[in-house]
T-cell receptor, first 112, second 116 residues
């Protein structure tokens, strides 16, 4: 079983919808939680970063971390066609802060 | 400013051929990471440098894989005697400081390797 499991999708929503993307993990040492967006044939781009449990909001994006349940989420409000991409969750532990473990990604399509 | 660049962008190799993939990190970035991304999967960690020192190579899948960063800037990932299972996108990332918790990693576009 992988250390990080991500809802596989794909996900297709109409423009303006609220999108929920989720990951679960098994390694209790993970302290840092990231969400990346990856467009086709591009490298991942960091969207959100959260340390430990809690919520973080940045514009239309909200990241939530529940360490007790080992569950993280990314919410996208008022989704736009330009949000169509693959979303990757990633995590790292304190000791190996530079070494990230990624989920396999959820591909999102936002239809106009 | 310039981001992380990788070359070549695409590489087709015959099975058994050696390949070398290059990464130019953002100027001044201390840390450099290599990841392997198979089709439909997330990136998998291969190795990590802080300046010229290779601090973690636990993700290299076999002794056919070798990475170096001799002057603490450009890095090369070399794969010897390529196999079909090596076909993947190889991503390079850099970050400004050394192993700082949660620090942003900036990714390059990747090199897409196909082994026939």
């Amino acid at each position: 079983q992988k250390e990080v499991e991500q809802d596989p999708g794909p996900l297709s929503v109409p423009e303006g919808a609220i999108v929920s993307l989720n990951c679960t993990y098994s390694n209790s040492a993970f302290q840092y939680f990231m969400w990346y967006r990856q467009y086709s044939r591009k490298g991942p781009e960091l969207l959100m970063y959260t340390y430990s449990s809690g919520n973080k909001e940045d514009g239309r994006f909200t990241a939530q971390v529940d360490k007790s349940s080992k569950y993280i989420s990314l919410f996208i409000r008022d989704s736009q066609p330009s949000d169509s991409a693959t979303y990757l969750c990633a995590m790292s532990a304190f000791i190996n802060a530079g070494k990230s473990t990624f989920g396999d990604g959820t591909t999102l399509t936002v239809k106009p | 400013g310039a981001g992380v660049s990788q070359s070549p962008r695409y590489k087709v190799a015959k099975r058994g051929q050696d390949v070398a993939l290059r990464c130019d990190p953002i100027s001044g970035h201390v840390s450099l990471f290599w990841y392997q991304q198979a089709l439909g999967q997330g990136p998998e960690f291969l190795t990590y440098f802080q300046n010229e020192a290779q601090l973690d190579k636990s993700g290299l899948p076999s002794d056919r894989f070798f990475a170096e960063r001799p002057e603490g800037s450009v890095s090369t990932l070399k794969i010897q005697r390529t196999q079909q299972e090596d076909s993947a996108v190889y991503l390079c990332a850099s970050s400004p400081r050394g192993g700082v918790r949660g620090e942003t990693q900036y990714f390059g576009p990747g090199t897409r390797l196909l082994v026939l």
